[in-house]
């Protein structure tokens, strides 16, 4: 009868261990997961909406200069994704009729680059402001705390002095009506030179869109922070 009893308390020490053990690893999974939850950080968006020169025309998506940017980005840690929206063969019209179905992933940075086929074009200049001036405050609309960037651009002078001007005119009267940050040239360096663009002579090629990209992360780089919560790095 003793040995009966012996051997029932050892089952129910070992029942009761079991238990514990259980305990102690469903409590450190659960630290686990909390940790992990509290660790992971939500990525902010930083949208590039534009042409064929956003888009990649030409070079694969992954050498174009949003993915250039992305990679910087992902060098230096910052919890950021970037999204291509950029179309070839856009006009400033055309981004404003889709930049609502656009607007359903909500950007934090937003990088406006339309334009240039309006002035190849030789489409009137008022139309081309006006169309980029709503694509800007459909931005503002759906997240007043997004940080833009209009990127410039400029056209050859075959439509004359007076045109060419105008246009290179309106983005900076555009960046200052809005208060964005401004890139008054985003083929700074790149536009008219043969080793840094493709047959055509219009867009970058794989050397040119990474060019692109730093001159474009010199005015995002400020822009940028580390947490997500908007905090200085």
């Known amino acids: 009868m003793k040995s009966i009893l012996l051997i ?18 469903s409590n450190e999974t659960g630290s686990e997961m909390a940790k992990a939850t509290t660790e992971a950080k939500p990525e902010k968006i930083i949208m590039f909406f534009g042409n064929s020169i956003t888009a990649g025309y030409g070079v694969s998506t992954d050498e174009a200069f949003p993915a250039r940017v992305q990679a910087i980005l992902d060098s230096l840690e910052y919890p950021y994704k970037v999204v ?20 359903r992933t909500v950007p934090d940075i937003f990088v406006l680059e339309l334009g ?14 006006k169309n980029l001036s709503a694509i800007i405050e459909k931005v503002e609309a759906v997240n007043p705390e997004a940080k833009i960037v209009l990127a410039g651009m400029e056209v050859p002078p075959n439509l004359g002095q007076d045109y060419t001007a105008e246009f290179k005119r309106l983005y900076q009267e555009l960046a200052e009506v809005h208060d964005v940050v401004f890139i008054p040239f985003i083929l700074e360096g790149i536009g008219g030179e043969e080793g ?38």
Do not use: M
Not at 84 to 103: F, K, Q
């Open 196 to 233: 840094l663009n493709q047959s055509d002579g219009i867009h970058p090629n794989v050397e040119g869109h990474q060019k692109v990209a730093q001159t474009v992360w010199g005015y995002l780089s400020p822009l940028i922070t580390k947490s997500t919560s908007g905090e200085g790095i």
């Open 84 to 103: 291509n929206a950029g179309l070839s063969g856009e006009t400033s019209a055309g981004g404003l009729n889709r930049i609502d179905w656009v607007l």
């Open 8 to 25: 029932l308390l050892f089952f129910s020490v070992l029942a009761a261990c079991n238990q514990a053990s259980k305990s102690d690893e």
């Open 116 to 129: 240039g086929n309006d002035g190849l074009r030789g489409l009137k200049l008022s139309e081309t402001k």
